[in-house]
């Protein structure tokens, strides 16, 4: 079990928009704590895609964006690419567990 | 730009030691940043293994820091991670990272591109 919570899959169909979700509690994102996004491929290593709640690394599309409020954050994707097609984890800290890095699960978004 | 490359062994039986090593080019391990293990089993999500900075301080993801040591070697501008004792459930794909941030907000910007591990007799 992830400390941060995310839906297994999403799915969109090319332009549209779709956000993923990533739920945390008291200790981490509900305290304030910073939450940041990846991007991974199948057999390749995640890329940093957000970080600081809402920056984008240079080079990443400003489709890509992503907001935080309370216990939860979320990363919203627009105007659906096929490249897209990837698994999104989001990450932050967390104080509970002395100080740990801790992951969401990892969503999978299928590109319809 | 910093480059990261993790080395192996990529089989090893149970209870046995784990060592890996990454190898940092294009910048160096006495930055300001912290350098991390992080690993990913197959079919399912990252787990953060620990941190270390180049003075030697480390953190530990509390479920692994009895058997875990993470190590920094400068004059090889690389860190070593060793895991004891290990099992099947150790079995996985490990990154290292680099880490940047505030303590409370470090996000991992650059990575390796990542070893195999398998444990089996």
């Known amino acids: 079990q992830s400390v941060l919570t995310q839906p297994p899959s999403v799915s969109g169909a090319p332009g549209q928009r779709v956000t993923i979700s990533c739920t945390g509690s008291?200790?981490?994102?509900?305290?304030?704590?910073?939450v940041h996004w990846y991007q991974q491929f199948p057999g390749t290593a995640p890329k940093l895609l957000i970080y600081?709640?809402?920056n984008r690394p240079s080079g990443v599309p400003d489709r890509f964006s992503a907001s935080k409020s309370g216990t939860s954050a979320s990363l919203a994707i627009t105007g659906l690419q096929a490249e897209d097609e990837a698994d999104y984890y989001c990450?932050?800290?967390?104080?509970?567990?002395?100080?740990?890095?801790?992951f969401g699960g990892g969503t999978k978004l299928t590109i319809l | 730009q910093v480059q990261l490359q993790e080395s192996g062994p990529g089989l090893l039986k149970p209870s046995g030691t784990l060592s890996l090593t990454c190898a940092v080019s294009?910048?160096?391990?006495?930055?300001?940043?912290?350098w991390s293990w992080v690993r990913q089993t197959p079919g399912k999500g990252l787990e953060w293994l620990g941190e270390?900075?180049?003075?030697?301080?480390?953190k530990y993801n509390p479920s692994l820091q009895s058997r875990l040591t993470i190590s920094v070697d400068k004059s090889k501008n690389q860190f070593s991670l060793m895991l004891i004792s290990v099992t099947a459930a150790d079995t996985a794909m490990y990154y290292c990272?680099?880490?940047?941030?505030?303590?409370?907000?470090?996000?991992?910007?650059?990575w390796g591109p990542g070893t195999m591990v398998t444990v089996s007799s």
């Open positions: 990272a680099k880490n940047t941030g505030r303590p409370s907000a470090r996000f991992f910007d650059i």
């Open positions: 294009g910048g160096s391990i006495s930055s300001t940043d912290w």
């Open positions: 270390i900075y180049h003075s030697g301080s480390t």
């Open positions: 008291g200790s981490n994102i509900g305290a304030g704590y910073e």
């Open positions: 600081d709640n809402n």
């Open positions: 990450q932050s800290y967390d104080s509970s567990l002395s100080g740990s890095r801790v």
